[in-house]
């Protein structure tokens, strides 16, 4: 039986149309009337309902969100959604908007629906959640399921609702919840070790290709029907009506009919409904939807011919090609067919919060992944344009999916507690791809596989109890099927342990291993162990940092392998040189660029410290021109008012700084780092031409800087561009490194670069410092004079 912590549900759905007599043994709930709701909604299928408001009516004065009605029933379509992805019926032909999408059916159809409407309008007070947690666990239910989240992902460490969680957990319930979706690393919400995290995966492509007059495809998102066939006019939505009256984006009431009848209409993104309501009443052809900043790949059922252009790189090629022809554009949109084939399927879903766990040092977050784009279930139609189904995506999508699997496994193997379904789940899964473990967790779960997985890894009550109690929590001391270590001190061994035990049928002898894991030397001990059904084995297992790099994240995996199962548990593990952080390593490092007069470094260590430094090296800097393009445009390399500049990076380079600026002040500048294809760096802030892109410990290759004229007030702009790429060995102008003799782990303590001679001073100088203590070498920083003047 599954509790859903949600919307409430729409009981009139297809998906819930299941008289089942009898009520599961164990349940002690009960069917919460109210507006439109009646007690034959609990049919059996929906074994009870109830909903929870005393706090938000309190805060309110009484009054309810807009469209909501206090009752169980789901007038948004959220709870509904995650009710069918996890237990809903099968349902054949299920034709959204005229579009047959074939058969869908909820992971676990057998199971029973409890539901608990917490939510209202689409949002909730932490006192109505926790009353909901709580009432689930009195009533009975085996598996809670909540796809709710923070925004930026969880603020502090043991929350309310986390520690209802555990009185769940503790009472034998299985609890799996949302990661969240901005799509940012360590944003991850419900991060507390008895709650499964879930991430959101894309299983199956939805794709369109949009096929531009001179030659160039590009593949997009679409869950329409796109006409395809022969090339179609294809215009800008802001050269086809009134700027003022947001034609670029398509807003009602703002395109000229006779400028799009029959056309293909490129919009920017704002409104998307809107835009389709006005290009359906000015009988345009179909649309292709772009977003200038980029933006998540999430699609909508529009019921009109939409590609979805979602990156900026996307938004670029269309863009320029529509200002290169304003009058002869044409467009061929073709519908993909993909699904699950696609290349690059499966893969994590770009708007899925990501790893690490910033609240807790030494836990793995997200815990797995779970289908959670392009997602066809039940809706509410007050809430969803008078459909029954529709397709929603997000970390919401993913988690019921993992609770439905959950069920399945309480009903094959009723004697295990919630860890041992968590670990069956974690050891037994797929991972996707290449993609680190701080993105993925274990990956995919493989339900086949957790049915039998041989060993589990599961903490104890006494362990959740005190971390729950502790003010600083780190998780590394807890028995679980991963291990993360965020921050951790290089110059020490980690020792951790972990209990296996076999809920098998056999004796079974495993073997340990290790994948992964570049550099890092580790060990378990013993290195096989033989474990009887219902006995548990103990391992010691020792991290040591050995080569891996400082500051960087070092994945991989630990597997246990049997004569019949094979248990891998990932790992993440971050040795913490000079710079904390809270993130991954793909988006800016902090603490990596500093000034030599008073420059300051924060220790993952505490003992003695020295170092050394190259001494100064003068950037190169040169003055160009260029034409520019379209005022106010949107990057594209090929794109007029973008200008190149490669620069040679050798293997052992400690940094590259590539920086830029113009005197004209109706001139906006921007700068873009790419290493061949790849964007390394973006500066491009809109108050300012003053813009910088860095590398440090760049990777050896050939890297390109494109300055971009996003704004001009004339046909020519000139500016300057600097750069410098150090060597980790370079010799340059002398200087002298003045440190601390000894430092403290989590300190900031100030240093300076002295030059040894006076140096020019209208150049800026950059040096590369490092550190060393106990015998190790820690890279340092990129350090400047910053006393180049832009007069």
């Known amino acids: 039986m599954i509790g859903v912590l949600d919307t409430g549900i729409w009981p009139e759905s297809p998906s819930f149309a299941k008289r089942i007599p009898a009520a599961p043994a164990g349940w002690h709930g009960t069917c919460q009337t109210g507006y439109t709701f009646a007690a034959q909604h609990c049919n059996g299928k929906i074994v009870g309902a109830r909903y929870f408001a005393d706090t938000l009516l309190a805060v309110s004065g009484g009054t309810l969100p807009e469209g909501e009605v206090l009752s169980p029933r789901d007038m948004v379509g959220h709870g509904t959604h995650t009710a069918s992805t996890a237990a809903g019926l099968p349902v054949d032909n299920v034709t959204i908007s005229g579009r047959n999408f074939g058969s869908i059916s909820g992971v676990a159809p057998d199971a029973q629906i409890a539901v608990y409407k917490v939510l209202w309008g689409g949002s909730g007070y932490d006192a109505d959640i926790i009353a909901g947690i709580d009432a689930a666990v009195a009533d009975g239910v085996q598996v809670l399921n909540y796809s709710i989240g923070t925004q930026l992902g969880d603020s502090e460490p043991n929350t309310p609702i986390g520690k209802a969680f555990l009185n769940a957990t503790l009472a034998g319930v299985f609890v799996t919840a949302a990661a969240g979706n901005s799509g940012f690393s360590s944003a991850v919400s419900n991060t507390q070790p008895w ?3 879930v991430g959101a995966a894309v299983t199956h492509v939805n794709e369109g290709t949009v096929r531009l007059g001179d030659g160039t495809s590009i593949t997009g998102a679409s869950l329409d029907v796109l006409p395809g066939g022969r090339s179609l006019p294809l215009v800008f939505g802001e050269q086809a009506g009134t700027l003022e009256e947001g034609s670029a984006y398509c807003e009602p009431g703002s395109l000229d009919p006779a400028k799009v009848k029959g056309k293909v209409v490129a919009c920017a993104l704002d409104s998307p409904y809107g835009a389709v309501e006005e290009l359906k009443a000015k009988h345009a052809a179909a649309m292709i939807l772009f977003d200038p900043n980029g933006n998540f790949r999430v699609n909508s059922i529009y019921d009109f011919p939409v590609l979805y252009l979602n990156t900026r790189d996307q938004a670029g090629e269309i863009f320029n090609y529509l200002m290169r022809h304003p009058a002869d554009g044409t467009a061929q949109l073709t519908s993909s067919s993909h699904g699950s084939g696609a290349p690059g399927v499966p893969a994590i879903a770009d708007y899925s919060a990501t790893g690490p766990d910033k609240m807790h040092p030494g836990l793995m977050k997200p815990d797995l992944v779970a289908p959670g784009s392009d997602i066809i279930a039940a809706v509410s139609p007050p809430g969803n344009f008078g459909r029954q189904y529709d397709a929603y995506s997000g970390t919401s999508m993913a988690t019921p999916h993992v609770a439905g699997e959950a069920a ?22 797929d991972t996707v791809g290449n993609t680190s473990p701080l993105v993925q967790g274990s990956g995919l779960p493989s339900l086949k596989r957790a049915a039998d997985p041989g060993l589990v890894i599961e903490p104890d009550a006494k362990s959740l109890t005190a971390f729950s109690e502790a003010a600083q929590p780190d998780g590394r001391e807890l028995n679980l099927p991963s291990i ?20 098998g049928s056999k004796r079974e002898t495993y073997h340990a291993s290790t994948s992964g ?30 080569s891996a790099p400082w500051d960087r994240y070092v994945t991989g995996a630990i ?10 548990i990932p790992v993440a593990a971050r040795p913490w040189g000079i710079t904390p952080r ?15 007069t008073y420059g300051m470094f924060e220790p993952g260590f505490t003992g003695p410290v020295s170092g050394r430094s190259t001494g100064y090296a003068p950037m190169q800097r040169e003055s160009y021109s260029m034409r520019t393009g379209v005022s106010g445009g949107v990057f594209d390399r090929k794109a007029l008012g973008v200008q190149a500049h490669s620069f040679k990076v050798p293997a052992g380079s400690a940094g590259i700084v590539v920086d830029t600026m113009t005197d004209d002040p109706d001139t906006n500048l921007d700068l873009w780092l790419y290493k061949g294809d790849k964007l390394v760096y973006r500066s491009a802030a809109g108050w300012s031409s003053s813009e910088r892109a860095w590398v440090f410990m760049p990777a050896a290759g050939t890297y390109t800087a494109y300055v971009f004229a996003q704004d001009s007030g004339s046909p020519v702009v000139t500016y300057r ?15 002298t490194l003045e440190l601390p003799t000894a430092v403290e782990r989590g300190t900031t303590p100030p240093y300076k670069l002295r030059p040894g001679a006076p140096l020019k001073p209208d150049v800026e100088y950059w040096a590369y410092t490092e550190f060393r203590t106990k015998g190790q070498v820690i890279p340092g920083q990129l350090v400047s004079t910053n006393q180049y003047s832009w007069e």
């Open 721 to 735: 561009l600097g750069h410098i790429v150090l060597s980790r060995n370079g010799h340059y102008k002398p200087a």
């Open 195 to 197: 709650v499964t995290t």
């Open 484 to 503: 993360g270590l965020r921050e951790y001190d290089g110059t020490k061994p980690v020792v951790l342990t972990r209990k296996l035990t076999n809920v």
């Open 517 to 546: 894991l570049q550099g890092m030397q580790v060990s378990v001990a013993p290195a096989t162990v033989t474990v009887a059904p219902g006995e548990t084995a103990s391992v010691t297992i020792t991290l040591r940092r050995g």
């Open 559 to 568: 597997t246990w392998r049997g004569t019949a199962h094979q248990v891998r």
């Open 582 to 596: 809270q993130y991954d390593d793909d988006s800016e490092e902090f603490g990596r660029l500093t000034d030599g």
């Open 408 to 429: 399945i496994l309480r009903a094959e193997h009723p004697d295990w507690s919630p860890g041992a379904v968590a670990s069956a789940l974690h050891t037994t899964a």
